[in-house]
């Protein structure tokens, strides 16, 4: 494990993520990039939307088209087109909407061409630049007064249990959300934040609405990971409508299967306007400092337990 023998050769094992990046969460699969695919080559990959189990990959007029909320990182396509798809180390893989989970990619055949659908004859969901703004700032007037510290209720909603094991990491002591003034909380009467794990099943449809409706205002929304985004391998099925989606205002969609604990603490911090969003873009090399450095005595400091 990195972070033990950094640990060991440092003394220090708390991640200091999101004020300075870790090398080592970018060595965890959390969804799949798009390479290249213009042209011949993507009418040359209908193979690939055949192989994906949850229809995740299509091929458009243009190039490959890529839903990440659908995507359970399986690895079929890397395995099958190593040279059109990629797994994508990138920790910072939430949205604010969930149209920009949709990457495509067209002619220009390179790694910088996979780009969000926000722009015209975008997919259905996704928003242009201007709707994303306004949604960003609506969101962030909600939630001016959860910047000193948020407290989550976590629901699974009907989850395979691996994203459980991963917000269960985020109170150890090497990703440590407390010193961030995030508390989980078992009360949905003290929740601000509501974390839905799961495809939502048809029984717990019920049981998350009146989780929703006892949370106190203003309250945010997180799909975190492939099935509460879209019901991954269950969509479609008997069981469930396919994701949270329907069921709630979804405020901040985190795609993988599982996400990794800093993209779910990426996606908690978007959701509370912590961390600017980058929506549909891979930022897994962008290592500027994300939150407001703290300043003793300002109140209003992002940094650092409230406690
Ligand atoms: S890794 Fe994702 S996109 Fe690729 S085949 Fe599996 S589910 Fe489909």
Not at 73 to 92: K, Q
Not at 144 to 168: C, F, K, M
Request: net charge negative; charged share 20%; with cysteine.
């Amino acid at each position: 494990m990195p972070w033990i023998s950094r640990g060991l050769r440092g003394g220090i094992l708390t991640s200091r993520y999101p004020a300075q990046a870790d090398g080592y969460g970018e060595r965890w699969a959390g969804t799949i990039r798009l390479r290249h695919a213009g042209g011949g080559e993507a009418r040359d990959s209908t193979g690939l939307a055949v192989a994906c189990p949850t229809q995740a990959i299509a091929v458009t007029g243009d190039g490959l088209e890529l839903d990440r909320g659908r995507c359970v990182v399986c690895g079929r396509c890397v395995t099958l087109r190593p040279d059109l798809v990629e797994l994508d180390h990138a920790t910072e893989v939430g949205s604010l909407a969930r149209g920009d989970l949709v990457v495509s990619t067209g002619e220009q055949g390179d790694e910088d061409a996979c780009a969000p659908l926000g722009a015209p004859g975008a997919a259905p969901g996704s928003l242009p630049g201007d709707d994303l703004a306004r949604l960003r700032a609506s969101l962030e007037l909600r939630t001016r007064a959860l910047r000193r510290s948020v407290h989550v209720r976590h629901v699974d909603a009907g989850s395979d249990g691996s994203e459980e094991w991963e917000i269960a990491a985020l109170t150890n002591p090497v990703y440590d959300v407390q010193r961030l003034g995030i508390f989980f909380t078992a009360s949905p009467k003290h929740a601000d934040v509501l974390l839905v794990t799961g495809a939502a099943t048809a029984g717990m449809i019920g049981p998350l609405r009146q989780t929703y409706e006892a949370m106190p205002s203003p309250k945010v929304v997180i799909a975190a990971g492939t099935d509460a985004v879209s019901g991954g391998l269950l969509a479609g099925g008997y069981a469930t409508d396919g994701g949270i989606g329907s069921i709630l205002p979804v405020d901040v969609w985190i795609p993988g299967s599982p996400p990794s604990p800093f993209s779910l603490l990426h996606g908690i911090l978007l959701a509370v306007c912590l961390l600017p969003a980058a929506p549909g873009r891979n930022r897994s090399h962008d290592t500027r400092p994300a939150l407001v450095p703290h300043q003793p005595g300002d109140p209003s400091a992002t940094q650092g337990s409230p406690s």
